[in-house]
């Protein structure tokens, strides 16, 4: 299959590298569609975190089931899935506690593993043809569509980047967004507390980078609510 590999510091290469393969009965295989690129990605990419070379990259998969794990239970060939960053076995007392970023189970002599990331354990990452997919089970969202339609580019994001923001502002109990030179986690932050028909506040108003992708452009053709906005663009 191809891949994203960290070829060296501030060089990402795509490289043919070993398929993905079911190791484990309670893995999948998934076939990815859409990978996003991460903030997270670029400490690898200055060398920051002490990657080994030609580590696969990426950690925020939509794709397709390819193949099953004898041993899982709840998914089935060809569903169409979001992968979470983080992996988890489901099963552990902090998973069921609801710390599955703390799983215990997933990375032995120590908690939490992720994929294509230094120090979080075995697992390669997601910008590549092919995904292994760990207990899959408790790892796998089922959503709806078919590959490539108009879903596509908002479900890519249900894998880290909306729901690191929708998080946020549940940790910070924020009931009325604003945005200052946001990236896009700050703007689906905002977009996640923000009631339908409603706006943000806004600055600057000229659009940013991350406004040209085809989710941030929906959202800015939301209509305004004239009492929550006053800076464009908000509908
Ligand atoms: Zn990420
Ligand atoms: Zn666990």
């Known amino acids: 299959?191809?891949?994203?590999?960290?070829?060296?510091?501030r060089r990402v290469e795509v490289r043919q590298v070993p398929d993905a393969q079911i190791e484990d009965p309670g893995d999948v295989v998934i076939r990815v569609t859409s990978s996003a690129i991460c903030g997270t990605d670029l400490h690898l990419d200055d060398g920051r975190a002490g990657a080994e070379r030609g580590l696969v990259l990426g950690h925020e998969p939509l794709g397709t089931i390819e193949e099953v794990?004898?041993?899982v239970t709840l998914l089935k060939r060809g569903e169409r899935v979001a992968v979470p960053t983080h992996l988890?076995?489901?099963l552990c007392c902090n998973c069921?506690?609801?710390?599955?970023?703390?799983?215990l189970r997933v990375r032995p002599g120590s908690f939490g593993a992720a994929y294509g990331y230094a120090g979080m354990g075995p697992y390669r990452g997601a910008q590549a043809q092919l995904l292994r997919v760990p207990y899959a089970d408790a790892n796998c969202v089922s959503v709806?569509?078919?590959?490539?339609?108009?879903?596509?580019?908002?479900?890519?994001?249900?894998?880290?980047?909306f729901v690191t923001g929708w998080h946020a502002t549940e940790l910070a109990e924020v009931t009325r967004p604003a945005a200052w030179r946001s990236s896009?986690?700050?703007?689906?932050?905002?977009?996640?507390?923000?009631?339908?028909?409603?706006?943000?506040w806004w600055w600057p108003a000229a659009p940013d980078p991350a406004a040209s992708s085809p989710t941030m452009a929906a959202w800015r053709t939301r209509p305004a609510c004239t009492s929550a906005s006053t800076a464009a663009p908000t509908g």
């Open 1 to 9: 299959m191809k891949a994203v590999v960290d070829a060296d510091t």
């Open 184 to 200: 896009a986690p700050g703007l689906l932050a905002a977009d996640s507390v923000t009631p339908p028909g409603c706006g943000t």
């Open 88 to 90: 988890f076995c489901g």
């Open 144 to 161: 709806p569509g078919e590959p490539g339609d108009q879903l596509e580019d908002d479900l890519v994001l249900l894998a880290d980047a």
């Open 69 to 71: 794990g004898p041993a």
């Open 96 to 103: 069921i506690r609801g710390y599955t970023a703390a799983c």
